[in-house]
């Protein structure tokens, strides 16, 4: 089981400039309600304003604190699609199921920063472009697909970019080219969750922190609930805990493979740095199989990420190894100073799809952002909200599955992370 103590409160970029979290208390007392949300990250907190748009009664607990998770670590970085291209989900899921999910997906970071904008949500967003360079001819020929595969569908205007501009844009030679996507963006990542949770009390949800769930029981045609030693009794349940998941139902934890990601930020770097490195500002994720993110928040901090080391701790060479990615890609900064770094989970599915699981009547689950999540968990929140929502039936674009736990998981776990370093092997040789 995974304990999301593993990640303590952290010193990050994000905190130092992060919107202050409304007030929330501890539950501590029997409590009843029409939905309980358990996890207060991107998910769960659009599933509990959802449910509220809906005029249902809502209480939403977190372990921790709103954005306690990957919700108030992340990159910021707004990205629409999935890992998978479009061309990927077409024959996973056959032609009609397929292009429904990639319509979804294409759409989230739009929709995402329309919720952004409709409550007034400051968080820093912007939705001025994501950039995803190559770093060579494979990379160049991948990003080529995907930019014109999005063309097609969604009639996007995604534009490749060579090496001469992506050099301009970014002040790095490490890259040949790349495209951006005026769909993506970025944001502050923890005030937005703040944010997010300052809106749902707002409109009467009940957020309490430091309120572990224990695991969801039927009895009685309720939902009864286990939260700091009181009962919540809830008409439905849902489970938004993502790379925190923590035995809340049968099987979720062994469905899904927990996975760190790291980061690292400077001090605000001066003017004359930030005029050379990543002038355009666009939020960078490189495109291979192990890829690093960068970007800069809006005191001008350069921030990079990736994905963590074997094992779900934080090493301090995985930090080092940032600082020298960055002083690879941007030999402008190799002097600088560095301020904070730290890490948190999210989680990997077997299939690299988002799950979505209906197990019991009233009891829903979404898991597995596959590292993508900031639009996508978003969306899948409130999906989930209109799931529980009484008044709709609702036909999801992703597929409904029963949770079913990797089989042989130990030994899974291990094939999967030994499939990462030879992944990141491949990408240091160029192939
Ligand atoms: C370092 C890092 C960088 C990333 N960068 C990006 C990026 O740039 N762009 C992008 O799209 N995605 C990114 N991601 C992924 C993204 O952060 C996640 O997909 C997203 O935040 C998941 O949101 P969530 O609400 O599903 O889960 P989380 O935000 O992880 O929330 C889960 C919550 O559940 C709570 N919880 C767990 N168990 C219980 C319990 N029993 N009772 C009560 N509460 C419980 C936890 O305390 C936690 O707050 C990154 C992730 C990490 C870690």
Redesign the pocket.
Known sequence: MLQ?TTWSPQRSAWLRTAKPLAATSTLDRPTQTQALV???????LNAALRLLEQSIDVVV????EPG????G???????AGLKHDPATLFSMLGEVPGRRLVEFAGGVADATFELIKSYGLKCDAEQGGWLQPAVNEKTMALVTRRARAWADITGTAPRLVDRTEIERLTGSRSYCGGWIDPRGGQLQ?LSYARELARVVGDRGGRVFSR???GRPQYLDGRWETDVNGHSVRSSSVLI???????G?IDGLDRSLVPA????ASTKPLPHAVRKQVMPSRLPISDARRIMN?VRFDSAGRLLI?ARGSFGLHEPSSDYAQLRHAAARLFPQIKDVEWEDAW????CLTADFLPHLHHPAPGLFV?AG?N???????SQL?RLLGDMAGEKERVDPPLPLTDIRPIPFYPARRLGLETVLIWYRILDRLHV
């Open positions: 999301s358990i996890g207060a990250g991107y998910a769960g607990v977190d372990a921790h306690f998770g990957g919700s670590r992340n990159g910021g970085q707004v990205i990542p309120s572990r769930a938004c805990t993502n790379g925190y998941a923590s809340a760190s990601s790291v980061m993110y990420g890490g948190g989970l999210f979404v952002c590292g993508r999540g900031v639009a996508m968990m929140g």
